[in-house]
T-cell receptor, first 114, second 113 residues
Framework: QQQVKQSPQSLIVQKGGISIINCAYE??????FPWYQQFPGKGPALLIA?????SEKKEGRFTISFNKSAKQFSLHIMDSQPGDSATYFC?????????????FGKGTKLTVNP | NAGVTQTPKFQVLKTGQSMTLQCAQD?????MSWYRQDPGMGLRLIHY???????DQGEVPNGYNVSRSTTEDFPLRLLSAAPSQTSVYFC????????????FGPGTRLTVT
Protein backbone atom coordinates (compact mmCIF):
# COMPACT_ATOMS: atom_id res chain seq x y z
CA GLN A 1 0.00 0.00 0.00
CA GLN A 2 1.58 3.23 -1.14
CA GLN A 3 0.76 5.82 1.48
CA VAL A 4 2.12 8.81 -0.45
CA LYS A 5 1.60 9.05 -4.21
CA GLN A 6 3.75 11.52 -6.12
CA SER A 7 3.40 12.83 -9.68
CA PRO A 8 4.76 13.37 -12.22
CA GLN A 9 7.66 10.94 -12.32
CA SER A 10 9.67 13.39 -14.40
CA LEU A 11 9.27 17.03 -15.36
CA ILE A 12 11.03 19.25 -17.86
CA VAL A 13 10.68 23.01 -17.47
CA GLN A 14 12.25 25.96 -19.22
CA LYS A 15 14.33 28.41 -17.24
CA GLY A 16 12.07 30.99 -15.63
CA GLY A 17 9.04 28.72 -15.71
CA ILE A 18 7.01 27.29 -12.84
CA SER A 19 7.61 23.70 -11.74
CA ILE A 20 4.72 21.95 -10.00
CA ILE A 21 4.96 18.57 -8.27
CA ASN A 22 1.95 16.97 -6.65
CA CYS A 23 1.50 14.49 -3.82
CA ALA A 24 -1.51 12.75 -2.31
CA TYR A 25 -1.66 10.91 0.98
CA GLU A 26 -4.05 8.44 2.55
CA UNK A 27 -3.42 8.49 6.28
CA UNK A 28 -5.39 11.34 7.88
CA UNK A 29 -3.21 11.02 10.98
CA UNK A 30 -0.24 12.50 9.11
CA UNK A 31 0.58 15.98 10.38
CA UNK A 32 3.98 16.77 8.94
CA PHE A 33 4.67 17.09 5.20
CA PRO A 34 8.25 17.80 4.10
CA TRP A 35 9.82 18.04 0.68
CA TYR A 36 13.34 16.78 0.12
CA GLN A 37 15.71 17.75 -2.69
CA GLN A 38 18.37 15.37 -3.95
CA PHE A 39 21.19 16.19 -6.34
CA PRO A 40 22.95 13.36 -8.23
CA GLY A 41 25.41 11.49 -6.04
CA LYS A 42 24.19 13.19 -2.86
CA GLY A 43 21.84 12.34 -0.04
CA PRO A 44 18.41 13.99 0.15
CA ALA A 45 18.22 17.29 2.03
CA LEU A 46 15.19 18.98 3.56
CA LEU A 47 13.91 21.76 1.31
CA ILE A 48 10.70 22.95 2.96
CA ALA A 49 8.01 21.48 5.21
CA UNK A 50 4.43 22.27 6.24
CA UNK A 51 2.00 21.38 9.01
CA UNK A 52 -1.72 20.93 8.18
CA UNK A 53 -2.81 23.97 10.18
CA UNK A 54 -1.76 26.25 7.30
CA SER A 55 -2.69 26.07 3.62
CA GLU A 56 0.50 27.52 2.21
CA LYS A 57 4.12 28.02 3.16
CA LYS A 58 6.63 29.98 1.13
CA GLU A 59 10.40 30.09 1.34
CA GLY A 60 12.01 32.10 -1.39
CA ARG A 61 11.05 30.62 -4.76
CA PHE A 62 9.66 27.45 -3.15
CA THR A 63 6.03 27.18 -2.00
CA ILE A 64 4.08 24.29 -0.51
CA SER A 65 0.31 24.37 -1.05
CA PHE A 66 -1.71 22.12 1.23
CA ASN A 67 -5.31 20.95 0.79
CA LYS A 68 -6.37 19.03 3.89
CA SER A 69 -9.84 18.06 2.65
CA ALA A 70 -8.45 16.62 -0.58
CA LYS A 71 -5.45 15.07 1.23
CA GLN A 72 -3.12 16.63 -1.30
CA PHE A 73 -0.09 18.89 -1.18
CA SER A 74 2.14 20.29 -3.87
CA LEU A 75 5.49 21.97 -4.37
CA HIS A 76 5.71 25.00 -6.61
CA ILE A 77 9.08 26.28 -7.79
CA MET A 78 8.77 29.78 -9.20
CA ASP A 79 11.27 31.19 -11.71
CA SER A 80 12.84 27.73 -12.07
CA GLN A 81 16.62 27.74 -12.62
CA PRO A 82 18.98 25.10 -14.07
CA GLY A 83 20.44 24.76 -10.57
CA ASP A 84 17.04 23.47 -9.41
CA SER A 85 17.53 20.37 -11.57
CA ALA A 86 17.33 17.54 -9.05
CA THR A 87 15.05 14.80 -7.79
CA TYR A 88 12.33 15.94 -5.41
CA PHE A 89 10.63 13.71 -2.85
CA CYS A 90 7.50 14.49 -0.90
CA UNK A 91 7.01 12.76 2.42
CA UNK A 92 4.57 12.50 5.30
CA UNK A 93 4.63 11.51 8.93
CA UNK A 94 3.12 12.06 12.32
CA UNK A 95 4.98 14.24 14.80
CA UNK A 96 3.50 12.62 17.88
CA UNK A 97 5.81 9.96 19.19
CA UNK A 98 9.52 9.84 18.51
CA UNK A 99 9.38 6.58 16.58
CA UNK A 100 7.08 7.76 13.81
CA UNK A 101 8.43 6.89 10.39
CA UNK A 102 8.74 9.23 7.42
CA UNK A 103 6.92 7.83 4.37
CA PHE A 104 8.29 8.99 1.02
CA GLY A 105 6.79 9.37 -2.42
CA LYS A 106 8.65 7.79 -5.32
CA GLY A 107 10.27 11.02 -6.44
CA THR A 108 10.13 13.47 -9.36
CA LYS A 109 13.15 14.13 -11.52
CA LEU A 110 13.10 17.81 -12.47
CA THR A 111 15.13 19.10 -15.38
CA VAL A 112 15.28 22.85 -15.96
CA ASN A 113 16.55 23.70 -19.41
CA PRO A 114 18.57 26.91 -19.85
CA ASN B 1 29.82 19.01 12.96
CA ALA B 2 30.40 16.34 10.32
CA GLY B 3 26.67 15.48 10.34
CA VAL B 4 25.90 11.96 9.09
CA THR B 5 28.83 10.05 7.66
CA GLN B 6 28.77 6.77 5.76
CA THR B 7 31.50 4.37 4.70
CA PRO B 8 32.34 3.02 2.24
CA LYS B 9 31.16 5.24 -0.62
CA PHE B 10 31.26 2.40 -3.14
CA GLN B 11 31.36 -1.38 -2.69
CA VAL B 12 31.23 -4.40 -4.98
CA LEU B 13 30.35 -7.77 -3.48
CA LYS B 14 29.95 -11.25 -4.84
CA THR B 15 26.74 -13.14 -4.16
CA GLY B 16 26.88 -14.76 -0.76
CA GLN B 17 29.46 -12.42 0.74
CA SER B 18 28.71 -10.46 3.89
CA MET B 19 29.61 -6.93 4.77
CA THR B 20 28.78 -4.04 7.09
CA LEU B 21 27.84 -0.55 5.96
CA GLN B 22 28.92 1.98 8.54
CA CYS B 23 26.92 5.01 9.64
CA ALA B 24 27.79 7.58 12.29
CA GLN B 25 26.32 10.91 13.38
CA ASP B 26 27.71 13.56 15.71
CA UNK B 27 24.48 15.48 16.39
CA UNK B 28 23.39 13.39 19.39
CA UNK B 29 20.25 12.33 17.51
CA UNK B 30 18.16 9.60 19.09
CA UNK B 31 16.53 8.38 15.87
CA MET B 32 18.60 6.74 13.13
CA SER B 33 17.45 4.84 10.08
CA TRP B 34 18.57 3.08 6.94
CA TYR B 35 16.95 3.47 3.52
CA ARG B 36 17.61 1.94 0.17
CA GLN B 37 17.01 3.88 -3.02
CA ASP B 38 16.25 2.11 -6.28
CA PRO B 39 15.22 3.72 -9.59
CA GLY B 40 11.50 4.50 -9.62
CA MET B 41 11.01 3.16 -6.09
CA GLY B 42 11.85 6.20 -4.01
CA LEU B 43 13.33 5.75 -0.55
CA ARG B 44 12.32 2.60 1.28
CA LEU B 45 12.95 2.15 5.00
CA ILE B 46 14.99 -0.92 5.94
CA HIS B 47 15.50 -0.62 9.72
CA TYR B 48 15.37 2.14 12.27
CA UNK B 49 16.34 2.84 15.87
CA UNK B 50 14.96 5.28 18.43
CA UNK B 51 17.94 4.96 20.75
CA UNK B 52 20.84 2.80 21.86
CA UNK B 53 19.74 -0.79 22.28
CA UNK B 54 16.42 -0.29 20.45
CA UNK B 55 15.88 -1.27 16.83
CA ASP B 56 12.87 -2.13 14.69
CA GLN B 57 12.05 -3.21 11.17
CA GLY B 58 10.98 -0.95 8.37
CA GLU B 59 9.35 -1.70 5.05
CA VAL B 60 12.05 -3.94 3.51
CA PRO B 61 14.09 -5.57 6.33
CA ASN B 62 14.75 -9.03 4.86
CA GLY B 63 18.44 -9.81 4.35
CA TYR B 64 19.62 -7.00 6.63
CA ASN B 65 20.57 -6.81 10.30
CA VAL B 66 21.17 -3.79 12.49
CA SER B 67 22.29 -3.05 16.03
CA ARG B 68 22.64 0.17 18.02
CA SER B 69 25.18 -0.06 20.80
CA THR B 70 25.89 3.69 20.95
CA THR B 71 23.94 6.85 20.14
CA GLU B 72 26.44 7.74 17.41
CA ASP B 73 26.69 4.53 15.35
CA PHE B 74 24.13 2.49 13.45
CA PRO B 75 25.76 -0.16 11.21
CA LEU B 76 23.81 -2.12 8.60
CA ARG B 77 24.85 -5.72 8.00
CA LEU B 78 24.23 -7.73 4.88
CA LEU B 79 24.40 -11.35 5.95
CA SER B 80 24.58 -13.06 2.54
CA ALA B 81 24.52 -10.55 -0.30
CA ALA B 82 22.16 -11.10 -3.23
CA PRO B 83 21.94 -9.26 -6.58
CA SER B 84 18.55 -7.89 -5.44
CA GLN B 85 20.44 -5.90 -2.80
CA THR B 86 22.24 -3.87 -5.45
CA SER B 87 21.15 -0.35 -4.51
CA VAL B 88 22.18 2.96 -3.02
CA TYR B 89 21.94 2.94 0.77
CA PHE B 90 21.33 6.04 2.83
CA CYS B 91 21.61 6.44 6.57
CA UNK B 92 19.63 9.22 8.24
CA UNK B 93 19.21 10.67 11.70
CA UNK B 94 16.95 13.12 13.53
CA UNK B 95 15.88 14.14 16.98
CA UNK B 96 12.81 12.47 18.43
CA UNK B 97 11.50 15.66 20.00
CA UNK B 98 11.23 19.22 18.79
CA UNK B 99 12.71 19.95 15.36
CA UNK B 100 11.84 17.16 12.97
CA UNK B 101 14.36 17.60 10.16
CA UNK B 102 15.87 14.31 9.08
CA UNK B 103 19.50 14.50 7.99
CA PHE B 104 20.83 12.08 5.38
CA GLY B 105 24.33 10.79 4.82
CA PRO B 106 26.02 10.87 1.39
CA GLY B 107 25.11 7.27 0.58
CA THR B 108 26.84 3.99 -0.21
CA ARG B 109 26.50 2.56 -3.72
CA LEU B 110 26.51 -1.24 -3.45
CA THR B 111 26.75 -3.62 -6.38
CA VAL B 112 26.26 -7.36 -5.88
CA THR B 113 27.42 -9.55 -8.77
Amino acid sequence: QQQVKQSPQSLIVQKGGISIINCAYENTAFDYFPWYQQFPGKGPALLIAIRPDVSEKKEGRFTISFNKSAKQFSLHIMDSQPGDSATYFCAASRLQGGSEKLVFGKGTKLTVNP
Amino acid sequence: NAGVTQTPKFQVLKTGQSMTLQCAQDMNHEYMSWYRQDPGMGLRLIHYSVGAGITDQGEVPNGYNVSRSTTEDFPLRLLSAAPSQTSVYFCASRRTRGAYEQYFGPGTRLTVT
